[in-house]
């Protein structure tokens, strides 16, 4: 795990290792999760008769996102079920997140063939996206090759990655799982982004409004509801994936917010 990323996921690193996890921090690069990536498989290619590689993500070599969005479709399933039962019909709009793209690939693949169905990806804008430090793949990427796969990256004109930024270090990653880069070449899920700032004031308003502290991930999609949702008719069905709990990044959020 990347250094930088341990020390804003202290909750989470806690938790892997009571649970007997041993984990080793990266400090090359950025020490964020590009690095960690890169490392991992270092050590695997390294000590391949021992060692295996895993990766929760949709991102890098085959067969890893296909793998992982077979695990993660349970989400989409779900949704068809509960939507079945709570409307009697599909929802007309799903969004998520978007960093490497599992939580969104889960939501979305059950729903790719449905072409009445919105699919809607919320990537990082970080400080901006003219301002050099986001982490908005789809939006200003270009396509390449990290990690065994190819797909949008942020990266400079020697094809060398350029260090991406985000609040969240879920979506503080220079790629996107490949499908992705599939369904927004093929114009079947659109992919906006939104900035630290607007991320961390959703992150607030569904605290307050709900009881419920989402993570800082999930805060992008929910913060891009404030765009969408006053073009939508009303009675439209629209699924938020909430792609995870946000006491890991409360300490994240303390550094930023008066409260």
């Known amino acids: 795990m990347g250094a930088q990323d341990m020390e804003r996921q202290a909750l989470n690193v806690f938790r892997m290792k009571l649970l007997g996890a041993?984990?080793?921090?990266?400090?090359?690069?950025?020490a964020t999760l590009k690095d960690a990536t890169s490392e991992a498989i270092r050590d695997w290619v390294t000590n391949v008769e021992s060692t295996h590689?895993?990766?929760g993500s949709v991102a890098g070599p085959h067969p890893y996102p296909m793998m992982v969005r077979e695990f993660h479709a349970v989400i989409g399933k779900e949704t068809r079920k509960q939507a079945l039962e709570k409307w009697g019909g599909k929802p007309d709009i799903l969004v998520a997140c978007v960093g490497g793209g599992s939580n969104a690939m889960g939501l979305f693949h059950e729903f790719v063939d449905d072409k009445d169905v919105r699919?809607?990806?919320?990537?990082a804008a970080g400080f901006g996206l003219d301002s050099g430090k986001h982490a908005?793949?789809?939006?200003?990427?270009e396509v390449g090759v990290l990690h065994g796969a190819m797909s949008y990256l942020l990266q400079d004109e020697d094809g060398q990655i350029v260090e991406p930024h985000s609040i969240s270090a879920g979506?503080?990653?220079p790629g996107v799982g490949p499908e992705h880069s599939f369904l927004k070449d093929l114009g079947r899920a659109e992919y906006y982004s939104i900035t630290d700032e607007e991320a961390l004031e959703a992150f607030q308003r569904l605290s307050?409004?709900?009881?419920?502290i989402p993570a800082l991930e999930t805060s992008h999609a929910l913060a891009y509801l404030e765009k969408l949702c006053p073009t939508l008719a009303n009675g439209t069905k629209l699924v938020l994936n909430?792609?995870?709990r946000g006491d890991k990044d409360v300490q994240t959020a303390i550094k930023y917010l008066q409260v």
């Open 208 to 212: 307050r409004l709900e009881g419920i």
């Open 136 to 141: 908005a793949t789809l939006t200003k990427g």
């Open 53 to 55: 590689y895993i990766l």
């Open 119 to 123: 699919l809607i990806g919320v990537e």
């Open 242 to 244: 909430c792609s995870g």
């Open 22 to 30: 041993e984990v080793r921090a990266v400090h090359s690069g950025t």
């Open 171 to 173: 979506l503080d990653y």
